[in-house]
T-cell receptor, first 114, second 113 residues
Framework: DTEVTQTPKHLVMGMTNKKSLKCEQHMGHRAMYWYKQKAKKPPELMFVYSYEKLSINESVPSRFSPECPNSSLLNLHLHALQPEDSALYLC?????????????FGSGTRLTVV | QKEVEQNSGPLSVPEGAIASLNCTYSDRVSQSFFWYRQYSGKSPELIMSIYSNGDKEDGRFTAQLNKASQYVSLLIRDSQPSDSATYLCAVNPIKAAGNKLTFGGGTRVLVKP
């Protein structure tokens, strides 16, 4: 299995809603990431989990809350989002925290906040 | 100065020609370099990685790294319409920060039949 699976693929939510994005990989990777990508822009790092511990938080607003229940799963909890948070949210994984590993990306969740 | 810079394009190449993409980076201690391909509306797909100065070939793709000049390039030989996509250069800028990739803005490539 060489995939990173993200659900849902599309999500429309109101500004008062609470929702969660889910990411799963079964490649034995020990580092997992959340990126945000706006249209015609590169992916921007949000969070890094390494060996199930949060190792990098790129000053993301608290309305985004990551969770790593185990080495295969990564969630992103969303609450009180703003319309400008609408974007493609990408989960990725890599073999480890060392710098020589490229990422495997999931197919993304396209989020629209109304 | 941006950490990773690419020409946004579009880079228009005829089918069968060579597409040449360039990327420069600002952090001299960067260790690892990656090229991703992203089709419109899809997620990035890793196509090449390179860690040492010189060339690395994989099929129709060749990555070239010059750490002294702080640039990395990607050549696509025998370009096909299916190569039309945005190509993202990614760099791991600081060894101590772990595996934190920084992406360039991407170069859009259009291969015309």
């Amino acid at each position: 299995d060489t995939e990173v699976t993200q659900t849902p693929k599309h999500l429309v939510m109101g500004m008062t809603n609470k929702k969660s994005l889910k990411c799963e990989q079964h490649m034995g990777h020990r580092a997992m990431y959340w990126y945000k990508q706006k249209a015609k822009k590169p992916p921007e790092l949000m969070f890094v989990y390494s060996y199930e511990k949060l190792s990098i938080n790129e000053s993301v607003p608290s309305r985004f809350s990551p969770e790593c229940p185990n080495s295969s799963l990564l969630n992103l909890h969303l609450h009180a989002l703003q319309p400008e948070d609408s974007a493609l949210y990408l989960c990725a994984s890599s073999q480890g925290r060392e710098e020589n590993y490229g990422y495997t990306f999931g197919s993304g969740t396209r989020l629209t906040v109304v | 100065q941006k950490e990773v810079e690419q020409n946004s394009g579009p880079l228009s190449v005829p089918e069968g020609a060579i597409a040449s993409l360039n990327c420069t980076y600002s952090d001299r201690v960067s260790q690892s370099f990656f090229w991703y391909r992203q089709y419109s509306g899809k997620s990035p797909e890793l196509i090449m990685s390179i860690y040492s100065n010189g060339d690395k070939e994989d099929g129709r793709f060749t990555a070239q790294l010059n750490k002294a000049s702080q640039y990395v390039s990607l050549l696509i030989r025998d370009s096909q319409p299916s190569d039309s996509a945005t190509y993202l250069c990614a760099v791991n800028p600081i060894k101590a920060a772990g595996n934190k990739l920084t992406f360039g803005g991407g170069t859009r490539v259009l291969v015309k039949p």
